[in-house]
Every structure is written in C-alpha cells, then in structure tokens.
C-alpha cells in the first residue's frame, strides 16, 4: 500500500501548476482510508529525507559543475592559497563548503558553492584569504570619504521632530520633551556658539538606535511610559537627539531593526555576511540592547567598526568588565559588558566614574520671574515624595520614615494608579496620581522637600526638584549598594560602591540642597527635617545640567574623542628615553604641593585632554585613583594612563622598584609596599581609574576641571 501511495505522489509531483484537483482529492481520500498508527508518520519523514537529499545533491552538482568549470582562464587557480599572512583561509574554506546555504547572504555576495566563489567571497568580501592574481582588482570599488562639512547651530526641531517618528508612547513622550524645551536649546546654542566664537565644527554623520525601544528587544518601555514606568532613559535620550541636532550633525534615527538594516546597508539573511561599503556613519549612538542587534546583524563587520560606537550605559561599564578576556578569567564576566570597547565609549547618565565619558541629561531652567514667584509661593510644611510606582513605597523602613515626617509636614505623593488608590500608599498622603510635567512642576515649586526613600537609584527628578528650589532627602547607605550585597546592582558590569540614592546629588551638590543621613537614626532624621523646614534655598541647576553645558560637553567629546586613529606607542618606538627638553624625567613637583605635573614639551605627544592637564600622583593602599585625585580636587582621566605607564612615573614618587614587571591588570600601574615590585599595564584597555586593592598604592592621572563641567579639563575647549 505504502508503494502505491508513492507512485500516487510522484504523480502529483508532476502536476505543473497544482491544477489536478481531482487527483488532489483522489489522494486525500486514498489517505484517509488507509491509516495505520504512525504511518502518515513515517510518509511525513521518507518526504523530509527526501527533500533534503534533493538540497544536497543540487549542491553537490552546483559544486560539481562549478570546479570543471572553464571560464576567464581561472581554471586551476581556485586552489586555496599559501599564504602566511592568512593563517585562517584553508579553514574558513571548509567552514564554507560545509555552510554556505546557511545563510542567503553568501548567495548575496554570489557564492554559488564552488571553490572559486569561495575563495573570491574570503578575498573580496571578507578577508580570511589573500586577493586572488586573477581577478580584476578594478573591480572592486574605493571609496572616497565625502568631503568635511561645516556644522552649523540648529534652533529648529521641526525636523528632529519628523525624524523621531510615530506609534509609540515613548517617542511621544520624547518629542513633547523636544518641543517644551525648545526655545532653552536656541538660546543655549546661541550662547555657545559666541563662547566658541565661530571656531570650525565639522558636521559628522550621525545614527542614533535606541535599541531598548525596538519590538524585538521587547520594549518594555513605551507600555509604562503612562503608568508610572521609569522615564530616566527616554529623558536621557530625548536630550541626546535634541543636542546632536542643534549642535548642527547630519541625524538619522532608528527605533526598529529594518530602519537599523536601511541605514547601515545590511545584506540580506541572517547577519553572517559585513558590510562592504564603508560605514556611512562617523558615530553611531546606541545602548546595550542595540549594541547585541548590531552584533547580530552586522557580521564581522562590527569588529571593523565599533571604534564608531558610543554606548549609553546609565550605570556605566569598568574596565575590569569590559575586557572579555580578562573579565572571562577574573570573575568580571556579567550579561553586559565583555565588548572590548575604549571605556570612554560608554556613555553614562551621571559622571559615576571618570573610566566612562559623562553624557548625562538636562533639567529645565528657570528665568528670574519663575525663580522670584517660587521664593514668595513656598509652603515650608510641604513635602513631595520621589517615587511614581506603587512598588517603589515597599522599601524597608519606610513606613516608620513616613510617620515621623506626617509629624511635621504634610505630604504629597504622584503615585499612578487607575481605579483604587494604591495600598501602598499611607491614607494620610494626598496622592495626585500621575502628573503631567508642567504640573508636576508646579507641585514641586511649592513644595519645600522632596524626599526619598532609597529607590528608585540616580534619577533626574532630584535634579529637577532641586532646580525648582525643593531641598532633597535621601538615605544614607552603610554598608554602601553594590553587585556584592543588592539584587538591582547583581549583573550590573560596574563594582562601584553607592553611598547613596543619589550620589551625584550627594557629592558635587551637596548642602543646603541635598541632604543625606541615616534614616534608620531617628534623631537624625528629625533633625534633619527641622533644619530644611527653616531654610531658605534658591533654586539651583548644575551648569552640567543645562541645556548649554550639555551642548558644550557633547560638542568637545564629537570634536576630539578619536577611538578609530591607532594612538603612537608611548614611549615612542626606539627611544633613546631622552624626553623632550633633554631632562632625565617627564615629570617634575609643582611649587609648594605633592603633585607632579609633566614638563617635557606637552604639545609634542597628541592627547585629548591634552598632557598639559596631567597631574600625576600616587592613591593609598585600598584606595581607588577616583578617591585619590578628588581628595586633591582633581578628576581622574584614563585617557592619560599611558603617559605615567613608564618607569620613570615610579621614580619621580621616589617607590624603590625591587623589581618592574607588566602584566594584564586592572589595578596596573601599581606598586606593592609587600613585595616592593612595580607593575606596569600590558593592555591599555584595563586602564582603570575605578579600581582598588589593599595590596596596592596606584599610580593616578589625574586633571583640573571646568566649573560646573567635569567631564572636561579647563583647556579641553
């Protein structure tokens, strides 16, 4: 019976164009008669075996045909060539003979399975194998980069605006943002321009992909964005589109893997063929999210290119993490980071670490009439608490918190919900639910205390409370959060201890405007509340956070930050180590001070912050260079690690060397008082300013800062 059915379906096989519908049913009927268990089965599977044969053979004869074929004289010349400079080209042509209909791209490139398409793709498209003598090297294109453009101020979003796009909550959400702050970007570009007094700027061709907004990351955003969901990010990114478009660059955005695909110029199928044009990008913005599409999507294309990529990474990636190696065989290997990025391409919300650039975010400014009428309409009993979320009021010890303040202040809170009112929330705080922004502003300009309870971590509503002359409570943590003790952090490629809910407001604002004390101490936070309810504060916006500061930060990082130019060995190849100026050191003591500044002839070494910034000192043991150059007022800067990455660093801070050696080490350049040796960085990648060991005084860049700019030294402009 089996054998009669074959020959029934080898005759529907013959059916040009399925017009049969007779024997169509003829067959389904013979079918349904006869059905012994497993039967249709095992018909099922003799088909699928068959069809794949049938694949099979069709290569086996393409290839066939294909290596006894004559053409263009290339006869006998497909034989894989021995060539020491490519190492990996017999292997690569098995990888190919074995997957080649693994993914449509190869077809793309016209691998059709012989070994001279093989070799030609290797060649040409890739580059595992030598160029082939017989090609016509003609044929393959060069490419001439357009020519510099002058980028010129932009006061008008209209066309940001079209290019954000539509369909999710979340770019609305962004492009409302565009439009209300607006005029604060003209006037803030306006200002910038004369400070830079009309100095040339070359227009850069820019992709934005925010990545975690893409359907296939799951976008878990827009869905909240009305709820009460976290709106840090889509702040953030909102700013960044707004500043890359003012400043005057050639934008394009992405939110979706097939404008992803349009933009770069991606080849059909499965993402295992690059690109072959030149990447029509000089800086690509994404997150970690795009990142991962792109390395799926872009081959080995990404490897060629990533020097172009700027990651914004809210909590910020250490080096220790980022290198895959190192990170693979130190315990440093988490979900994120392992990219082998220069640190500086990770862009941050907050200048958590001076390892990663600061890209931050802006809060809205206010004129003199909005800052006077804030002044007179403060209610000193009024208190807003920070949290949007129902499950953000279940931190531990908030309730007793809450009590103590119902005491003295009556307190408000902008807790979403829909039809009940949050249990979560204490009957005796009058929640307005979600608030649009304008009038969140309005409640914060009366109200005389913001507070937090310890969640959510380094948001910009502080910044925004704070900038509309509310005084922000926090927590104090002891011991601090991190990977090693709380759950949010675990996963996270950063060992950065937090001291607080919000550490930048802690740090480099401080009091009277941040407040930070142990909740768990109740006297404290009495006290604490006393003295803000009798203080009078004005309003306050780091220049960092506004609109020209963040203009001015981006602008000074697209202008200098080059991760693509192979950077000169230092010292130089060859030297005699005679520095420049005939002095036996680089470095030299600066009057009356510890510090070490360098004297050699500073513009003679190409730098971005330039050497003329660096000052060299050395941390305690157990002490991070970050720790060690803010105790001296100064910011660390890795991107001048390489110049103090020499023995004569150790010699001018007078460490006896026992020994010098270089190895792979976050902690390097280090010397250890146990074993009196000195340690030199063998990868520049594991340059670390975050890093910290009781084993080790390290050696620490560090620089001077603008005021109110800290991601950049006072000549970085």
Sequence with gaps: MLEVIMKRMDALSKLGNATDTHRLEELSSALDRIQPIGLVERIQAIAQNMSDMAVRVEQILQRSIANHRVRDGTFGQCEIPKDLRYPDCSSKM?????????????????????????????????????????????????????????????????????????????????????????AQWASAARRLDDKLRN???????????????????????????????????????????????????????????????????????????????????????????GLQQMK?????????????????????????????????????????????????????????TPDNSFMGFVAEELNETERLNIQRNKVNNMAVVYGKEASMWKVSGKEKSLAILHRYMEIHGTVYYEAQRPPEVPAFVKNHGLLPQQELQQLLRKAKLFIGFG???????????????????????????????HEFFR????????SSQHPYAEQYIGRPHVIT????????????????????????????????????????????????????????????????????????????????????????????????????????????????????????????????????AFSALHFQCEGMESEMNHLFPAFSAEHGECSLQQDPLLFSCASSSAKYQRLCPCRDYRTGQVALCRDCL
């Design 94 to 182: 098995d990888w190919m003979r074995a997957r080649w209909t693994s993914d449509p791209c190869y077809a793309f490139y016209g691998v059709d399975g012989s070994d001279c398409s093989f070799l030609i793709y290797l060649s040409e498209v890739e580059w595992f194998c030598p160029p082939l003598a017989w090609r016509n090297q003609t044929a393959t294109p060069t490419f001439k980069p357009p020519p510099k453009r002058w980028a010129v101020f932009q006061s008008d979003v209209g066309t940001l605006l079209e290019k954000v796009g539509t369909g999710k909550e979340s770019l609305s959400f962004m492009k409302r943002r565009m439009r209300r702050l607006a």
């Design 199 to 289: 100095h040339w700027r070359e227009q850069k061709r820019i992709l934005v992909h925010v990545g975690f907004l893409t359907e296939e990351s799951g976008d878990v955003f827009s869905p909240k964005v009305l709820k009460g969901g976290p709106l840090g990010e889509m702040v953030q990114w909102a700013d960044i589109l707004t500043s890359l478009h003012v400043l005057g660059h050639n934008l394009k955005v992405s939110v979706s893997l097939k404008e992803l695909h349009g933009f770069l110029g991606v080849p059909p199928g499965r993402g295992s063929c690059p690109l072959t044009g030149p990447l029509p990008f000089d800086l690509i913005y994404t997150d970690y999210h």
């Design 296 to 352: 799926q999507h872009m081959g080995l294309s990404l490897k060629k290119h990533k020097c172009h990529i700027r990651v914004i990474d809210t909590f910020g990636t250490e080096p220790a993490y980022n290198h895959e190696e190192y990170a693979t065989l130190h315990g440093y290997r988490t979900n994120w980071g392992y990219w082998n990025l220069h640190s500086k391409q990770y862009m941050t919300m907050f200048p958590h």
């Design 455 to 485: 969640f959510p971590y380094e948001g910009p509503a502080p910044l925004e409370a704070i900038a509309n002359g509310c005084i922000f409570l926090q927590p104090k943590f002891n011991p601090p959060h991190s990977s090693l003790n």
């Design 491 to 498: 996963g996270k490629p950063t060992s950065r201890k937090v």
């Design 517 to 648: 004390v142990d909740f768990n101490n109740s006297k404290e936070f009495v006290a604490a509340i006393r003295d803000i309810m009798t203080t009078n504060v004005e309003p306050f916006l780091p220049y960092e956070y506004t609109c020209e500061g963040m203009l001015e930060r981006l602008h000074a990082y697209i202008q200098n930050q080059d991760f693509c130019s192979p950077e000169a060995p230092f010292p130089p190849l060859n030297s005699s180590r005679t520095w420049v100026g005939s002095t036996p050191s680089p470095f030299s003591l600066l009057p009356n001070s510890s510090i070490l500044a360098w004297t050699s002839n500073s513009s003679f070494y190409a730098s971005w912050p330039p050497l003329s910034a660096l000052r060299l000192l050395t941390s305690l043991e157990g002490q991070s260079c970050v720790e060690a150059c803010q105790s001296a007022g100064l910011i660390c800067e890795p991107a001048l690690y390489r110049f103090i990455n020499v023995k004569e």
